[in-house]
């Protein structure tokens, strides 16, 4: 994942990069600064966005549980 593949992924499911943050598990400042090829985005990230994608449950928790 590219800060590119980033942004088009929160244009896709239209979030803001704190909404984008919350869903990923990370800061608003760290996806920014993915964005703006700062620091480079982890690989545990792009599978989060890829989970998110998939509409898969938070890691350990069912699909029932709030």
Known sequence: M???DLIQFRSR???NQQQ???ALGCS???VYNWEKNVTKIPKSIALA???FAM???EYG???NEI
């Open 2 to 4: 590219n800060s590119l």
């Open 13 to 15: 499911f239209k979030l």
């Open 20 to 22: 984008a943050a919350k």
């Open 28 to 30: 608003p400042k760290a």
């Open 49 to 51: 966005a890829s989970a």
């Open 55 to 57: 509409n898969l449950p």
């Open 61 to 63: 928790k069912k699909e």
